[in-house]
């Protein structure tokens, strides 16, 4: 049963942001759940079905891929209610899904464990090689600058002013992803997330001499 749930959810989801040009189509939903769920393997603690589900769905109700993040919820809403789920399984998928997102670096206290895995691998797709080539699809398609040295970095900010505010793709690596190793819940993405950060440090070092006009 529970091979057939994660299947149809599989479809769902392919149905739903398979070619996604803003960096969260289905190969990222597919690299955070099998982050996830070789999170959950090396501490050896959390339900992996559950992380698997909240892992593919984690997308579905973003106020960004939709008309708003009321339709977002309706749509998951709608689908984990065709699923033969306990009912709270489906609490604990809909409360790890609305608890992870970024949200203007707010922390907030994640619910479970599950959510502290989903949250790490999905913060492990947001950086080193993988994550600067989302950063400039998603700038490009939310119709950013590359870089522009007036536009100042923000620090703190509300979620509206993150969502909403302007920004520049080189800025979001300030505002956000250079800040999400030091985030991460467990020690495993902790360990995994080092690499990627040196790569994107890397590569703003390199930006600038380019963008600077040096050789």
């Known amino acids: 049963m529970n091979k057939e749930m994660i299947k149809h959810t599989e479809d769902f989801v392919r149905s739903e942001l398979g070619e996604d040009p803003t960096g969260h189509d289905w190969f990222h939903i597919e690299r955070v759940r099998c982050n996830a769920l070789y999170i959950c393997e090396k501490e050896g603690t959390g339900d992996p079905f559950i992380i698997e589900l909240a892992a593919l769905l984690h997308d579905i109700p973003d106020e960004k891929l939709n008309e708003s993040a009321e339709k977002g919820t309706q749509k998951l809403n709608a689908f984990l209610n065709k699923l033969e789920l306990p009912a709270d399984s489906r609490d604990r998928i809909k409360e790890i899904i609305d608890s992870i997102s970024f949200k203007g670096g707010r922390k907030m206290e994640l619910p479970s464990m599950e959510a502290k895995i989903v949250q790490d691998a999905d913060r492990l797709d947001a950086i080193g090689a993988i994550g600067i080539a989302r950063a400039f699809a998603y700038g490009g398609k939310k119709g950013q600058q590359i870089y522009n040295p007036e536009i100042l970095t923000r620090d703190k900010m509300t979620e509206q002013e993150y969502r909403k505010g302007k920004s520049t793709s080189i800025n979001h690596f300030y505002e956000k992803l250079l800040k999400l190793k030091d985030l991460m819940n467990t020690e495993t993405a902790r360990n995994m997330a080092d690499e990627r950060q ?11 001499k380019e963008w600077n006009g040096q050789q």
């Open 198 to 208: 040196n790569v994107m440090e890397t590569f703003l070092s390199q930006f600038y």
